[in-house]
């Protein structure tokens, strides 16, 4: 039976840092530990080039979009390499291949009827790309909280499928 290995998708607005080592060394457990029970097991981790503080990372650094998070990128790879931590599938959602099946999942979701237009709005970190239901400050980056406003998509369903 073929399984998957994961990690979180990571944001490519910095250095890779302990707690991403540390996720990667988990599922590179998991997956050792699956295969002592003969799974075959794709260990999979990848970074999400599309959140506000890249923007925010990427002003400051003061280069182009494309060499932040290419840059950004191959540092999480070369870190699970050098560090002997299995990722056979690593996905950038930059890559053509990714946005192609986000395409088309959000297509099949569209014609099922399964994603609708809504409002929403809360407090917000840009640092932790995280909303709050309640205070002033971000109580992991102690910075001021925003009233954040937008227009999104939403879902009521779980799609899995093997497609």
């Not at 080039?49 to 191959?74: D, P, Y």
């Not at 088309?104 to 929403?120: P, V």
């Not at 910075?143 to 998509?153: G, N, R, T």
Request: one cysteine or more.
């Amino acid at each position: 039976m073929k399984k998957y290995s994961t990690t979180p998708v990571y944001y490519a607005s910095g250095s890779p840092h302990l707690g991403h080592t540390y996720t990667t060394l988990v599922a590179t457990c998991l997956r050792r530990y699956a295969e002592i029970a003969d799974h075959e097991v794709i260990p999979a981790s990848g970074t999400d080039e599309h959140v506000q503080k890249i923007e925010q990372a990427v002003t400051r650094a003061g280069v182009s979009l494309l060499q932040f998070v290419e840059e950004r990128s191959n540092e999480f790879a070369s870190l699970w390499q050098s560090l002997a931590l299995p990722v056979d599938l690593f996905t950038r959602t930059a890559q053509a291949n990714h946005q192609s099946v986000a395409v088309d999942l959000w297509e099949r979701m569209s014609a099922n009827g399964d994603i609708y237009k809504g409002h929403y709005e809360g407090l917000y970190c840009a640092e932790c790309e995280q909303y709050f239901t309640s205070g002033e400050i971000c109580p992991t980056h102690r910075v001021p909280l925003q009233k954040f406003a937008e227009e999104s998509y939403f879902s009521d369903c779980l799609l899995i499928s093997s497609d």
